[in-house]
């Protein structure tokens, strides 16, 4: 695992995690409609957007619909720029996002908060 210091990460090192590959999400409720508002945004001022692919769908239980899904595979230039996005939004829910995301690219950021013990 990579650690850096929180809103560090370099863009490098998420493009190597990623390969070539698209990052693939399923997200409901709270996290589907903070990835609508940071696809919404559409070209930003640094002349980027959110790309990938982005589906509504339900997810299903014994046939009847249970809730909402945002089914979405965001590409490596699109996942760099919503983690920006993330970070620029300054909610604990988009930053608790970006967080879930670098973990499961084995990247972990250090919030100012985090103390490490010296054992």
């Known amino acids: 695992m990579i650690t ?7 863009d490098d090192i998420v493009t190597q995690s990623l390969g070539s590959h698209n990052y ?3 997200l409901v409720a709270e996290d589907a409609e903070l990835m609508r ?3 919404n945004q559409g070209i930003d001022s640094h002349l980027e957007a959110v790309t990938g692919t982005f589906d509504w769908g339900t997810r299903d239980v014994g046939g ?3 809730c ?3 089914k979405c595979s965001v590409d490596p230039k699109g996942m ?3 983690l ?3 970070i ?3 909610s604990e829910e988009a930053h608790m996002l970006r967080e879930d995301i670098l973990t499961t690219l084995d990247i972990e950021e250090l919030r100012h908060h985090q103390h490490h013990s010296l054992n």
Do not use: N
């Not at 850096?4 to 370099?10: E, I, K, L, N």
């Open 4 to 10: 850096v210091h929180f809103g560090t990460v370099a």
């Open 24 to 26: 693939p999400m399923e």
């Open 80 to 82: 760099i720029c919503l």
């Open 37 to 39: 508002r940071m696809v």
């Open 64 to 66: 009847k619909p249970l």
């Open 84 to 86: 920006r996005r993330l």
């Open 88 to 90: 620029e939004d300054e």
């Open 68 to 70: 909402s899904i945002l």
